[in-house]
């Protein structure tokens, strides 16, 4: 039974992992580097230290990381100060749905704390969240399950009863190996047949998350 539902961010709360690509790809421009669309997925969803490492078998050292990591970040927040941040569709509505109910709403994301806090500020939601794992709190990165087992256990609720909400490859597999119930709602990539194998639910947007719910009421 679902008790608490942990949501990743990036691709999942905000339409952000489309300006993360184009960001990435204005960076290898000024650097003069460019990402293939494998390495684009493998470096989704990733923390900033298991980034780094993917980075460095790539390019070795003729590409500097942070700097490369600055511009996309510089792309992003210059996009976002222009046009607001961009919410997925569904995302006030479930989370004044889960608030109203007193489900918990957990924010499990990559992203460093002080750029989650001003994202959730600028879209008006800090309020919704119950709790919150960011990327600079954990040391191992998806697909590692550390930051869903950290989110459950700040909300003392049993991962088991905890529905997990992603959009990347890294996260499915991370939510699966958690042993929480696993929700792949598609943004940059459509599951393939191991990412389905993963999944209890494919949903289209977060408002099915609210169907899922009543249904269950009703069971």
Known sequence: MIKAVILDMDGVMFDTERLAVTGWKEAGRILGFS?????LN??????????RILFQNWFGTSIDYDEARRLRSQYVDSYIAAHSIPLKEGLEELLKYLKARQIPAVVATCSRRHIAERYWKEAGISSLITESICGDEVEKGKPDPEIFLKAARKIQMPIENCLIVEDSFN???????SGGIVCMIPDLMEPT???????????KDLRQIIEKLERQQEE
């Open 193 to 203: 047949e191991e990412i389905r194998s993963l999944c209890n639910y494919i949903l």
């Open 42 to 51: 493998q470096i989704r969803g990733s923390i900033t230290s298991y980034s």
């Open 171 to 177: 996260g499915i597999r991370a939510a699966r190996a």
């Open 35 to 39: 990402m293939t669309e494998s390495q």
